[in-house]
T-cell receptor, first 111, second 118 residues
Framework: DQQVKQNSPSLSVQEGRISILNCDYT??????FLWYKKYPAEGPTFLIS?????DKNEDGRFTVFLNKSAKHLSLHIVPSQPGDSAVYFC??????????FGAGTRLAVHP | EAGVAQSPRYKIIEKRQSVAFWCNPI?????LYWYQQILGQGPKLLIQ????????DSQLPKDRFSAERLKGVDSTLKIQPAKLEDSAVYLC????????????????FGAGSRLTVL
């Protein structure tokens, strides 16, 4: 039962361009969503979140958009930098304060 | 503040052997989680503690996995006997529920313990 899905295993983007990472969910009752970033040999680190009552949240180069009717959220990175190369996970609350994670999308930003 | 500490970082064992992983959460975080991340997949919750009590262990293979949280602080995850499919990164996380933006529960993860079962 995959409540949070990331259907693109990988994404390659040129430095300076926009990166768009997508996430779909099935449970319309989720209160918020989070994006985590993971570098090799490190644990995931929190990047940005969005409340279900909003449709956009922005933090510097990172913007998350939420489309509740489509049960879809996306993370936009503008402009993309080589240091953004990592695996990005979307996550949603699974009850009792736990998080459910998608499978992740590996972003490669090349010069 | 100090982050979530985990050890060992890497462990290689033969199948049917046992292994133990240790986690020290962020000071003051009441909730502690163990996640399993298999290559190419997202982290999957194994067990969740609130202080020293178990909140959710529904995905923990209890015939071989066990975990405890000593005095509501440190935690140990044990696998005995290990199987090939247990090869994964074991991530420990802690949180102070509702302490994130807009009340989101933000988990802080350790660097993980990578297990290889041969």
């Amino acid at each position: 039962d995959q409540q949070v899905k990331q259907n693109s295993p990988s994404l390659s983007v040129q430095e300076g361009r926009i990166s768009i990472l997508n996430c779909d969910y099935t449970n319309s009752m989720f209160d918020y969503f989070l994006w985590y970033k993971k570098y090799p040999a490190e644990g995931p680190t929190f990047l940005i979140s969005i409340s279900s009552i909003k449709d956009k949240n922005e933090d510097g180069r990172f913007t998350v958009f939420l489309n509740k009717s489509a049960k879809h959220l996306s993370l936009h990175i503008v402009p993309s930098q080589p240091g953004d190369s990592a695996v990005y996970f979307c996550a949603a609350p699974g009850g009792y304060n736990k998080l459910i994670f998608g499978a992740g999308t590996r972003l490669a930003v090349h010069p | 503040e100090a982050g979530v500490a985990q050890s060992p970082r890497y462990k290689i064992i033969e199948k049917r052997q046992s292994v133990a992983f240790w986690c020290n959460p962020i000071s003051g975080h009441a909730t502690l989680y163990w996640y399993q991340q298999i290559l190419g997949q997202g982290p999957k919750l194994l067990i969740q503690f609130q202080n020293n009590g178990v909140v959710d262990d529904s995905q923990l293979p209890k015939d071989r996995f066990s975990a405890e949280r000593l005095k509501g602080v440190d935690s140990t995850l044990k696998i005995q006997p290990a199987k090939l499919e247990d090869s994964a990164v074991y991530l420990c996380a802690s949180s102070s529920p509702g302490g994130g933006p807009s009340g989101a529960n933000v988990l802080t993860f350790g660097a993980g313990s990578r297990l290889t079962v041969l």
